[in-house]
């Protein structure tokens, strides 16, 4: 295979700049306080930046700093970032994004993996089928356990690793589970940002993070209010994710205002309070889904999750059987739990725990949803902990 630098045309570029000066905008009257959702002002200032100021050009010099690929798996196309390492025998590493994010938010620990430290990594940063450059997409079904097959088969047909390492997070986090599942035996281990159940979209109300289930009365105060605040964090975009899908898509493939505004929300609500974006980076993600016109085809994997459920390949426990290691933040914590040592001990007493081969099990008192990208130091070192136990295990 031969390096593929990523270059967008002129033409894309000036078209987008074009309909971002043509955004018409909504009265957004009494919404201040983003009571209501993204505030104009902050959305509109955001928006002229990505007309005038922001340099799609350096950001893609930046990217091709490292080598890209793009190939075909199964008739799927699949666009990848790769970091060699440095070291005596690198373990092979992919690493696995999730939605909104994109390649790029592995780009803070990607030098740091591949450097000799105890062991380096040979690091492959894929895009999800139907996210950025892999694109376009040939088929309608893809989800989370059909890509976990794309991958396997990227990692020991395409590029020949008879064995390798895993990290994820979000969506990438059931990807990574799900190959710790079906195809353990070619994994040294998963480390993964997320330890939900690979059944976790399956049923009636998928789209109810809830799944219909009041709030159980008599909770403290501050659980009720935390339990509120974590539905309203997380069930608009999941509920008309896998409800209706393409009917979002059409406003947002045709308005970068209105994708923008979409995604800069799950940015700003997921992320941890005392995490600063850089106007610049914000809209590097957002670029890379607006010239690839992947907005759409990204969203409908939520649906896909739940249209094609998950089925086991085996009956054997834990479900997940590849060593796993876990790196949980503090904004996620859920009710009852404050510190770093209860959010462990509460992980791992959990039905979620049971359901993987746990080796490591780390959480932080800083960092949101985006963890390599906002605490990427502790990301590196708790993933580089996980491979040595599992080794040692």
């Known amino acids: 295979m031969k390096p593929t630098p990523i270059h967008v045309p002129d033409e894309v570029l000036d078209d ?4 971002l000066e043509l955004t018409r905008w909504p009265d957004d009257l009494g919404n201040e306080d983003s009571a209501y959702g993204v505030n104009r002002a902050l959305l509109q200032e955001l928006v002229e930046h990505w007309r005038s100021g922001y340099d799609w050009r350096a950001a893609e010099a930046a990217m091709n700093a490292y080598d890209h690929y793009r190939v075909e798996v199964g008739g799927v196309p699949v666009h990848f970032m790769r970091k060699p390492g440095t070291g005596p025998a690198p373990t092979p590493l992919i690493l696995l994004h999730g939605w909104p994010w994109t390649f790029w938010h592995w780009s803070k620990v990607v030098d740091a993996l591949a ?9 492959i940063v894929p895009s999800l089928p139907g996210f950025g450059f892999s694109s376009p997409l040939p088929r309608a079904d893809l989800n989370y356990w059909k890509i976990a097959d794309i991958f396997h088969e990227l990692m020991t047909g395409v590029l020949g690793f008879g064995k390798y390492a895993v990290g994820g997070c979000d969506v990438g986090a059931l990807i990574a589970g799900q190959l710790g599942h079906k195809h353990a035996d070619s994994l040294y281990g998963i480390h993964i940002g997320s330890g939900q159940k690979l059944s976790m979209f399956n049923g009636e109300r998928a789209w109810d993070i809830t799944g219909g289930q009041p ?3 008599g909770l403290p105060a501050d659980a009720h209010a935390r339990v509120l605040e974590l539905e309203r964090r997380f069930a608009v975009h999941l509920t008309t994710h896998v409800l209706e899908p393409s009917t979002l898509s059409f406003g947002l ?3 970068p205002a209105g ?5 800069l929300q799950r940015w700003l609500k997921w992320s941890s309070p005392e995490t600063v974006y850089r106007k610049d980076d914000l809209l590097t993600h957002a670029t890379i889904y607006w010239v690839t016109n992947t907005i759409g085809t990204s969203i409908r994997t939520y649906a896909n999750n739940n249209r094609y459920p998950w089925t086991p390949s085996h009956d054997r426990q834990p479900v997940v059987e590849a060593p796993t290691g876990l790196t949980l933040v503090n904004h996620e914590n859920p ?5 770093p040592g209860e959010r462990v001990r509460n992980f791992v007493a959990s039905e979620r725990g049971g359901w993987y081969n746990l080796v490591n099990v780390r959480a932080h008192e800083r960092g949101g949803h985006f963890i390599p990208w906002e605490i990427p130091a502790e990301w590196v070192a708790d993933l580089r902990l996980t491979f ?4 040692e295990s």
């Open 16 to 19: 987008l700049r074009r309909r």
């Open 115 to 123: 450097e000799p430290d105890g062991e380096s990594f040979d690091v």
């Open 215 to 217: 709030i159980p009365p």
């Open 253 to 255: 493939t045709d308005s």
């Open 259 to 263: 994708m923008l505004a979409w995604i």
């Open 335 to 339: 009710p009852g739990v404050s510190t």
């Open 388 to 391: 040595r136990l599992a080794r």
